[in-house]
T-cell receptor, first 114, second 111 residues
Framework: DADVTQTPRNRITKTGKRIMLECSQT?????MYWYRQDPGLGLRLIYY???????NKGEISDGYSVSRQAQAKFSLSLESAIPNQTALYFC?????????????FGEGSWLTVV | GQNIDQPTEMTATEGAIVQINCTYQ??????LFWYQQHAGEAPTFLSY????GLEEKGRFSSFLSRSKGYSYLLLKELQMKDSASYLC????????????FGKGTRLSVIA
């Protein structure tokens, strides 16, 4: 079983619909992240959370919201999806961010907005 | 601001050596990471440098020069399975700053 699990793995939704991507982890890490990846643009940070009551905006948070329901769960919502939110979304986790403490990615969620 | 540059694409021959460069300009520096990402899959951790010099891990090595804001990933004895994107990422300051990623270099290994 994967240490960082994302659901759904694939979703097609219509413009204007609300969609939630869920992430759960069994690594025991405090820190969780949501990234999106687009061809030619690399990985861009949407939101991150260092603890259950901590939420921080990343580079491209407009149009998205997040909820950290528990240490192991971090969900990403698109309140009203638009076609340019079509992308591959990754959840990631890390422990204390010093030294070689790197981040670990989930398998990704393909989202298509039509 | 944060800026990380790497070549968009590279092609190399099976069995050869390839060097993928990364230059960075960030507000502070607290470590540089290299990730490998096969198409449609999650990035996976390859290497970490925080001090100047070369770190070797089997066929892969990573080099860092902090004064030049420069790193490279060296892949030896290339195999077809090394065809992937290679992402350079920097931790700009303390442990409370998320990694900043470059756009990645897509490497194609040909026979």
């Amino acid at each position: 079983d994967a240490d960082v699990t994302q659901t759904p793995r694939n979703r097609i939704t219509k413009t204007g619909k609300r969609i939630m991507l869920e992430c759960s982890q069994t690594k025991g890490h405090d820190r969780m992240y949501w990234y999106r990846q687009d061809p030619g643009l690399g990985l861009r940070l949407i939101y991150y959370s260092f603890d259950v009551k901590d939420i921080n905006k990343g580079e491209i948070s407009d149009g998205y919201s997040v909820s950290r329901q528990a240490q192991a769960k971090f969900s990403l919502s698109l309140e009203s999806a638009i076609p340019n939110q079509t992308a591959l979304y990754f959840c990631a986790t890390s422990d204390y961010g010093q030294g070689e403490h790197t981040i670990y990615f989930g398998e990704g969620s393909w989202l298509t907005v039509v | 601001g944060q800026n990380i540059d790497q070549p968009t694409e590279m092609t190399a021959t099976e069995g050869a050596i390839v060097q993928i460069n990364c230059t960075y300009q960030t507000s502070g520096f607290n470590g540089l990471f290299w990730y490998q990402q096969h198409a449609g899959e999650a990035p996976t951790f390859l290497s970490y440098n925080v001090l100047d010099g070369l770190e070797e891990k089997g066929r892969f090595s990573s080099f860092l020069s902090r004064s030049k804001g420069y790193s490279y990933l060296l892949l030896k004895e290339l195999q077809m399975k090394d065809s992937a994107s290679y992402l350079c990422a920097v931790r700009p300051t303390s442990g409370n700053t998320p990694l900043v990623f470059g756009k990645g270099t897509r490497l194609s290994v040909i026979a």
